[in-house]
Nanobody, 127 residues
Framework: QVQLVESGGGLVQAGGSLRLSCAASERPFSNYAVGWFRRAPGKDREFVAAISSSDRNTAYAESMKGRFTIARDNGKNTVYLQINSLSPEDTAAYYC????????????????????WGQGTQVTVSS
């Protein structure tokens, strides 16, 4: 089974940017649709963004549109989440998840669709 490792989190000032990475142990990662989720302290896990295995489709939570960008580099077996204009409300643990779905344009916003999860990377935004 594929293992996912997130990285790129850290402490950043409001207004800054981060790029989170989700590296997969199995090649090719292009066999998998991938999603990013986050969980803020005291809140439920929420969907952030998703990308299809085909790399042709992406989806974003409505509140994330414009500041978040999901992209994949299949050569590096990695999916990225670029976050711009960070605010303290973005403070959360960010998780990537994968669902094996080769050659598909489908994207998945429901966390129950995913079979594999990483351990998460913490993003903390100071005001």
């Amino acid at each position: 089974q594929v293992q996912l490792v997130e990285s790129g989190g850290g402490l950043v000032q409001a207004g800054g940017s981060l790029r989170l990475s989700c590296a997969a142990s199995e090649r090719p990662f292009s066999n998998y649709a991938v999603g990013w989720f986050r969980r803020a302290p005291g809140k439920d896990r929420e969907f952030v963004a998703a990308i299809s295995s085909s790399d042709r489709n992406t989806a974003y939570a409505e509140s994330m549109k414009g500041r978040f960008t999901i992209a994949r580099d299949n050569g590096k077996n990695t999916v990225y989440l670029q976050i711009n204009s960070l605010s303290p409300e973005d403070t959360a643990a960010y998780y990537c998840a994968a669902k094996r779905r080769s050659y598909s344009d489908n994207v998945y916003q429901d966390s129950r669709s995913y079979n594999y999860w990483g351990q998460g990377t913490q993003v903390t935004v100071s005001s």
